[in-house]
């Protein structure tokens, strides 16, 4: 039986979260003396001069909204890897406790475990990305605390079966994250809609890929009301700034603008899908279900260079496990995804 309290460090489970001086004072005042601000202005714009919202209370309504959760379920970060790095600090004991991550994945849940000193623990996705069950739970050791499962998976693109996910979510009793940053690209259900029934589930979403925001940071955790709350007890108190606040609830008004956007990169990626496959110097295209595209070609690292030499960055994953030879490139724009062709059809 999962249960969190047996999960969460115990300096978590004991510490109490900073009051800020706007946790302190709840009413309605006009002189505001009590969080050491400027308050002759700012120079970067009006109403900057004040802390932030710390618990993001306007937008955690909108997006429980929108995604049909209760914004008791909803964590902010500065960027989903903001949440990535809380979630390893709430359950893991620097030097003691695992996290199990399926590569080829998504870098940072590495880069954060090393970060926190989280014994890592890897199981290679199968041939075509997929995740090998028994595997996985044949790994899992009493210290592992936490599995990632990222579908769409960077940087392979494909959807990962639902049924893995619920088989791993039944079996294991710690926490499973489901990084859904492309999930807006595929043609699936988030696993949002499966956190009543399951507790240890935490699903990871960010504004930086179909809502366009890379630059403002902008992630978010949906989860049980209660890890949700020892993440919020946990979080930097001012993580999400006003201007990011402020931007967002905007954006979020703009749902069908968001639905243009996302069908145009989703044209523009089955164009790619098909036009790649007849050049000569492409061996396999892959399936994909975000906005980018695994490529294998007959010499990655030339065709990087070369690329590069048209002013054409892409990434170079060949030496990545699991993706000899491939590149990966992000759906562009019309113009810059024929560039991309005509480059790598006079190769
Ligand atoms: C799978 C996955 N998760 C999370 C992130 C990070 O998102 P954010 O910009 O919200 O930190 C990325 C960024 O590339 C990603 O590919």
Request: glycine share 4%; hydrophobic share 40%; charged share 25%.
């Amino acid at each position: 039986m999962f249960n969190l309290q047996d999960i969460i460090r115990p300096n978590v489970l004991k510490m109490k979260a900073y009051s800020s001086a706007r946790d302190e004072f709840k009413g309605s005042a006009s002189v505001f003396l009590d969080a050491n601000e400027n308050n002759l202005g700012s120079l970067a714009g009006e109403k900057y001069n004040r802390y932030p919202d710390p618990h993001q209370k306007k937008l955690k309504e909108r997006i429980a909204e929108i995604k049909g959760v209760q914004p008791e379920q909803i964590f902010l970060g500065n960027g989903s890897d903001e949440a990535i790095d809380l979630l390893f600090r709430m359950v893991c004991r620097p030097g003691q406790d695992s996290m199990l991550h399926l590569p080829p994945t998504y870098g940072m849940y590495e880069v954060s475990a090393n970060l926190n000193e989280v014994v890592m623990d890897a199981v290679q996705l199968t041939k075509d990305f997929q995740i090998p069950v028994e595997e996985v739970l044949l790994h899992v050791k009493p210290t592992t605390r936490i599995i990632f499962i990222c579908s769409p998976n960077n940087p392979t693109g494909n959807l990962i079966e639902q049924e893995s996910i619920e088989d791993i979510l039944r079996a294991f009793n710690g926490l499973v994250v489901v990084d859904e940053a492309y999930i807006d690209f595929a043609d699936a259900l988030s696993c949002t809609t499966r956190l009543k029934e399951f507790p240890n589930l935490v699903v990871l979403q960010t504004f930086s890929k179909a809502w366009g925001m890379a630059g403002l940071r902008l992630g978010l955790a949906f989860a049980s009301e209660e890890v949700i709350s020892v993440l919020d007890k946990i979080k930097p108190p001012y993580n999400i700034n006003e201007a990011t606040q402020e931007l967002a609830l905007q954006a979020l008004e703009r749902q069908e603008a968001l639905q243009d956007m996302i069908e145009e990169i989703v044209q523009e990626r089955e164009l790619l899908m098909h036009a790649l496959p007849t050049m000569a110097s492409v061996e396999h295209v892959y399936p994909s279900d975000a906005n980018f595209i695994l490529v294998k070609v007959k010499d990655a690292n030339r065709m990087y260079n070369y690329l590069l030499d048209k002013g054409i960055v892409v990434r170079n994953r060949s030496s990545l496990p699991g993706c000899e030879g491939c590149l990966r490139i992000s759906v562009g724009t019309l113009e810059e995804n024929q560039k991309l062709l005509q480059a790598i059809s006079e190769f």
